[in-house]
């Protein structure tokens, strides 16, 4: 049994056979290979789930749906905290430094972009140049004093460090939650908004 899908979960059990007839080349190739999908924040039908299909190049990503009966594994980015590989890359390097770190603090987190993508499949997706993509599941309000000092820790890294926080009502960029800006933009399935309070979006500023 599937548990509930989050934007950034990682899917295998798409087939060649679920994708629109005019899928590009090479998305029949990454799903012909056996390579997972990342579920998407996107509206669907019920028995569906909103995907997208990854590509070797960055320009390289395409947005499908998947049959939820269709689906045989599913692994969440904090499933992948622990996973390691052995390879010499910038991301690679920076996700150890950051381990003891993010697993001493208070939040669940976890590894998406190409570096998930990559420790969940095996498939390589990272390069020299990569990102390090971080989510931290945040249920309760994480403060700006408490993002400012996180974001200080990150940019301690070897590369560059995005991560999301995933709060009950969408996802916003942590260096953005550090910010000076009174608003914020807000993402989940329905809309991108600006808000004041990621987790109240009703609360008006003073």
């Known amino acids: 049994m599937v548990n509930t899908l989050l934007a950034h979960d990682l899917l295998w059990g ?9 899928a590009p080349s090479w998305v029949i190739e990454s799903i012909s290979a056996g390579q997972p999908v990342v579920v998407r924040r996107a509206l669907s039908a019920a028995d569906q789930i909103a995907v997208g299909v990854r590509g070797c190049l960055r320009e390289q990503r395409y947005a499908t749906v998947m049959s939820v009966d269709a689906i045989q594994r599913q692994v969440r980015p904090e499933a992948l905290c622990n996973v390691s590989i052995d390879r010499g890359l910038p991301a690679v390097r920076a996700l150890k430094q950051l381990r003891s770190m993010l697993d001493s603090c208070e939040w669940v987190w976890g590894v998406s972009g190409s570096a998930g993508f990559e420790l969940a499949s095996g498939f390589q997706a990272l390069h020299e140049g990569s990102d390090l993509d971080l989510i931290l599941r945040t249920p309760q309000p994480l403060d700006r004093v408490q993002a400012q000092e996180l974001v200080k820790r990150l940019d301690a890294s070897v590369c560059w460090v995005d991560m999301q926080l ?41």
Not at 16 to 21: C, F, M, S, T, V
Not at 175 to 204: D, H, I, Y
């Open 166 to 206: 995933q709060t009950p009502n969408g996802a916003v960029a942590l260096r953005e939650w550090a910010g000076s800006s009174e608003r914020v933009l807000l993402k989940n399935a329905t809309e991108a908004c600006l808000v004041t309070n990621p987790w109240n979006p009703q609360e008006q500023a003073a």
């Open 14 to 22: 798409m087939t060649p056979e679920q994708l629109p007839a005019d």
